[in-house]
């Protein structure tokens, strides 16, 4: 028997609980893995909470990312004693997955855990890391340079945002990070690397169809009238890498930064992100992430908290990462 978080249904509500289950409740899969660390996304508080409708088929055990040891294998690629990191693939959506201490995952969504990284180190990455190196790509992939001019990432104290800030001020950009919070969020946002702090209200006005020309990149986690703006601000020839629908799905704006600012509007998505380009997505954050990332931008949480602090991430009231020991 082991602890898992488990999501049932009870009149169209959510129920989280903490509860001991075994191996033969583990849906199926070729690798049976000792989880030692998950982490909680914008995702899974939305599925926790019932928030969002992410879960369709219950009883589901959440945590759309997890790394751990390899147990026992049916595919030749890991061997018991493997490390290994899980992140996407509807894990933790319609397959059972890291919050809990035992997974059974299929071979082909795993990744060896990368040389450089430890468990605790590759769940303060995650999923939100993952995304924000593929972000990142894509702005380098559009042409942009440090002298291209600023870069803003808006949700600059999420998860994503925090990574993304760190990496881009790794490679030499200059950031300005956008949070609702300021007091709370600008120190680490600027021991992060970001050269500027700039409040999320000052984006929550609907955009005019072009605005004043302010960034050569952006990164934006929020989605919606944010989006919008952002797209507004463009520099001609900017490019935006959008990830996130935190502040909802829909995007009003027009083609006048498209056809007018030959501004490009990047989808990024990591769930099903090919396995090659994840390996090197991988490879490129254990080689740009600072030692000093992971002494400031994660708290430590067990399968106990996990509740509450979904609560607190779809209120936006979490900094950083937040990882989960198993």
């Known amino acids: 028997m082991f602890n898992a978080l488990v999501l049932n249904q009870q009149d169209k509500q959510t129920i989280a609980t903490v509860q001991q289950i075994d191996e033969t409740q ?67 959506e319609n397959h059972w997955g890291g919050m809990a201490e035992r997974a059974r995952l299929k071979a082909d969504w795993l990744v060896p855990l990368p040389i450089g990284l430890n468990s605790k180190q590759a769940m303060m ?52 990070a956008v949070t609702g919070r300021i007091e ?55 490019a935006v890498a959008a990830c996130g629908l935190a502040g909802g799905f829909d995007l009003p704006t027009t083609v006048m930064p498209f056809i007018l600012r030959n501004v490009r509007l990047q989808g990024i998505d990591s769930v099903m992100c090919p396995t090659e380009k994840r390996i090197n997505a991988w490879l490129k954050l254990v080689e740009l992430l600072p030692n000093s990332f992971f002494e400031q931008a994660c708290t430590e949480i067990t399968l106990d908290d996990a509740i ?14 937040v990882v989960i020991k198993l």
């Open 26 to 92: 583990l849906p199926e899969g070729d690798v049976l893995i000792n989880v030692d660390y998950s982490s909680l996304n914008y995702k899974d508080g939305l599925a926790i909470t019932g928030k969002g409708k992410i879960i369709r088929n219950f009883p589901m055990v959440p945590g759309i990312d997890l790394a751990g040891t390899v147990i026992s294998s049916q595919d030749s690629r890991y061997k018991a004693g493997d490390n290994v990191v899980l992140t996407g693939w509807g894990v933790g």
């Open 125 to 176: 990455v995650g999923t939100a890391g993952l995304t924000s190196m593929l972000c990142v790509q894509a702005l380098l992939d559009a042409g942009l340079t440090p002298d291209s001019g600023e870069i803003l990432v808006t949700g600059a104290s999420g998860g994503v945002g925090s990574v993304a800030v760190s990496l881009l001020a790794t490679l030499g950009f200059k950031v300005a």
């Open 184 to 238: 709370q969020n600008g120190p680490l946002l600027e021991a992060l690397g970001a050269t500027r702090i700039i409040e999320r209200s000052e984006f929550e006005e609907p955009a005019r169809p072009l605005e004043k020309q302010l960034w050569a990149g952006a990164i934006d986690t929020v989605g919606s009238k944010v989006l919008a703006k952002v797209l507004a601000q463009m520099d001609y020839n900017g």
């Open 308 to 321: 509450k602090y979904a609560e607190d991430i779809t209120n936006g009231q979490v900094t950083g990462r």
